[in-house]
């Protein structure tokens, strides 16, 4: 069945918050058939400390501007190493370089299918 429109739609909008602040890596994965509690997954990655807390902090700004959603939770903000942002349907995870690299979150979910992004999510919608 895989991940519902609006999940692909969100994810999307991230993806653009995400490269407003020059985020790197992005992977979207469709995780609705092998994990059931969410559509899909949105994995960044940032290069400092800082600038992943900037990411999370335009995220969240666009989310709330186009969808007036606000994470359900939100783990890891202020370390600046992996911070988890909960919207239901879809999770993101950005994450420090060095984070990203350690964990490899991409083969843990390897056999899902991959969300295309444009690529240059900032020119999406123009």
Not at 7 to 33: C, R
Not at 42 to 67: C, F, H, T, W
Request: hydrophobic letters at 45%.
């Amino acid at each position: 069945m895989g991940a519902h429109a609006d999940s692909i739609a969100l994810v999307k909008i991230a993806a653009q918050a995400a490269s407003e602040k020059l985020a790197e890596n992005m992977v979207a994965l469709d995780v609705a058939d092998r994990l059931g509690v969410t559509d899909a997954f949105l994995i960044v990655s940032g290069g400092s400390e800082p600038q992943v807390n900037a990411i999370v902090d335009e995220i969240q700004a666009k989310v709330l501007e186009e969808y007036s959603m606000r994470p359900v939770r939100r783990e890891g903000f202020g370390l600046g190493r992996w911070v988890l942002l909960d919207y239901g349907d879809v999770v993101v995870h950005v994450q420090h370089q060095e984070d990203r690299v350690f964990y490899a979150l991409e083969r843990l979910w390897a056999d899902c299918p991959v969300i295309e992004l444009p690529e240059d999510p900032k020119q999406q919608n123009q």
